[in-house]
């Protein structure tokens, strides 16, 4: 029986998924990441601890069931988009990753929207400075030396398909975040390109995410006990691959990935830019298919981060803060650890506790900042509104879609029923196989890209609907009380 691995280079881990013909998924592997971050702003990893966990999932994978990755016959990639790797000739990294979460260049994304106002559209989005393009001009500008070695420049799941195939290939969806595509032609800008001292020749041929971009190399087949003629597909970004792993590939279908990041994420039959609503609108990762997505640096990360900073397990934590639930918490929670991207653009930003108190508990803090997230999905769905695409429900996604009592929380601030999923965890991962299996069957992706089986509708409580409308309110105007004060040094 044919079996497809999907790889998924996320931020905090690489996940890897053995799929059979049926898409049952037979083995998995989940593999952590570390992440650097040397000043204020940055955020970077080393491209070898990606290809070092790649092989340690792989491992793990020969280990549980070496013959199902025996009867592997296409791998699908997927990844955190925007990274910047940076290869010299030899193809060897020249330094760490620059990240999707890295803002030391807001000053260059300014920049470059202050002087070629035209391109926001034809790219989908206004530069921001979690993109690719404006990290190379901040490169140039600070590291001169390093940029006048750079000879590629790849995104993070590329770099994985380099040591696989040695292939410097890239799909649409993920080339789409880097403010080099130009979306409507699915091809790259050469204005783009040259408003930030490249040409083509520095970037990866571009393919659509349901074809091939090479066979692996002898030694990987040796090494793990595969075939030699494995084929490694496109892939996609992780927002896209979330999609495909979703089945939201037609005109219309909607989803919430609530992962170490957020995102929310509506499939479009046509290119629809709305750079003015801070959308994202991106190519997908099937031919003739494109996305608006409202774009969020903190998600479920932000519950993690909190039981690291309370000693508590998530969730123990997350079980106790149900059951102590009455009401729209009290506290209010800014999440922007990590800075923000829609609706604000504003990599200075923080998180925030407001409203504490002599009689502030755990679960006081850990409801609040559940609530803080959904608060931030609700401006994600307001800005897709303003950008003509109204939402009426949603799938959801990623780690934080296992909880229950999150989902329900979203579904009330959102006011839309949420739909979870069997195996909706998997995300990414499992929609880089599916990509994996068009690449060597091609089949119809409507026929591969379904939606897997409900494990039910959550439905708004219509009471904490109206309860939470306010608390919305002052979830937005306490980000602008505070927004001087982010910017203070």
């Given at each position: 029986m044919p079996h497809y691995l999907g790889i998924d280079v996320g931020t905090s881990a690489v996940k890897a998924i053995l799929v059979d013909e049926r898409q049952t998924t037979i083995a998995e592997a989940d593999v952590s990441l570390p992440i650097s971050r040397?000043?204020?702003?940055?955020?970077?990893?080393?491209?070898?601890?990606?290809?070092?966990?790649?092989q340690t999932g792989l491992d793990h994978l020969d280990a549980k069931d070496a013959a199902a990755l025996a009867d592997v016959r296409a791998i699908?990639?997927?990844?955190?988009m925007h990274g910047a790797v940076l290869l010299d000739a030899a193809n060897r990294p020249l330094r760490p990753a620059i990240l999707w979460n890295d803002g030391r260049s807001y000053r260059e994304a300014q920049e470059l929207g202050t002087q070629h106002p035209a391109l926001a559209r034809a790219m989908g989005v206004i530069p921001m400075p979690g993109f690719t393009a404006p990290k190379l001009v901040w490169l140039a500008r600070h590291e001169p030396e390093t940029f006048r070695a750079v000879r590629k420049v790849l995104l993070p799941k590329d770099y994985i398909r380099l040591q696989l195939t040695g292939a410097i290939v890239t799909d649409m969806s993920d080339a789409a975040g880097t403010w080099w595509l130009d979306e409507?032609?699915?091809d790259w800008s050469?204005?783009?390109?040259?408003?930030?001292?490249?040409?083509?020749?520095?970037?990866?041929?571009?393919?659509?995410?349901?074809?091939?971009s090479g066979t692996v190399k002898p030694e990987i087949a040796r090494r793990w006990g595969i075939r030699s003629d494995v084929v490694v597909a496109g892939g996609a970004g992780d927002a896209a691959a979330g999609a495909v792993g979703m089945g939201a590939i037609r005109d219309g279908s909607a989803f919430i990935s609530l992962g170490t990041s957020g995102q929310l994420l509506v499939t479009t039959e046509n290119f629809s830019p709305a750079p003015e609503a801070l959308v994202h609108s991106f190519c997908h990762a099937v031919p003739g298919r494109w996305f608006q997505m409202a774009a969020m640096l903190n998600g479920a990360s932000c519950l993690a981060w909190a039981a690291n900073l309370l000693k508590r397990d998530i969730g123990e934590l997350l079980r106790e803060t149900e059951a102590a639930y009455r009401k729209p918490s009290d506290i209010l929670f800014l999440p922007y650890l990590a800075g923000e991207r829609t609706p604000h653009n504003d990599p200075h930003a923080r998180g925030v506790f407001f409203g504490l108190?002599?009689?502030?508990?755990?679960?006081?803090?850990?409801?609040?900042?559940?609530?803080?997230?959904?608060?931030?999905?609700?401006?994600?769905?307001?800005?897709?509104e303003q950008a003509g695409t109204p939402l009426t429900q949603a799938g959801i996604i990623g780690g934080g879609s296992k909880s229950q009592f999150w989902t329900k929380i979203f579904a009330s601030v959102l006011n839309i029923p949420i739909i979870r999923?069997?195996?909706?965890?998997?995300?990414?991962?499992?929609?880089?196989?599916?990509?994996?299996?068009?690449?060597v069957t091609g089949e119809a992706p409507e026929d591969v890209c379904i939606a897997p089986s409900v494990l039910e509708t959550v439905e708004p409580d219509p009471?904490?609907?109206?309860?939470?409308?306010?608390?919305?309110?002052?979830?937005?105007s306490l980000y602008r009380a505070l927004k001087p004060e982010f910017t203070r040094s």
């Open positions: 040397p000043q204020d702003l940055w955020s970077e990893q080393d491209p070898e601890s990606w290809w070092q966990a790649v699908g990639l997927s990844g955190q409507a032609e699915r050469d204005e783009a390109l040259a408003a930030t001292g490249l040409t083509r020749d520095h970037m990866a041929i571009l393919v659509e995410g349901s074809q091939a108190s002599p009689d502030t508990q755990q679960t006081d803090m850990a409801q609040s900042v559940l609530e803080g997230v959904a608060y931030s999905f609700a401006d994600a769905k307001r800005a897709l999923y069997q195996g909706s965890d998997k995300g990414p991962a499992f929609g880089a196989a599916r990509l994996a299996r068009l690449a009471q904490l609907s109206e309860l939470y409308r306010p608390r919305i309110e002052s979830f937005r």
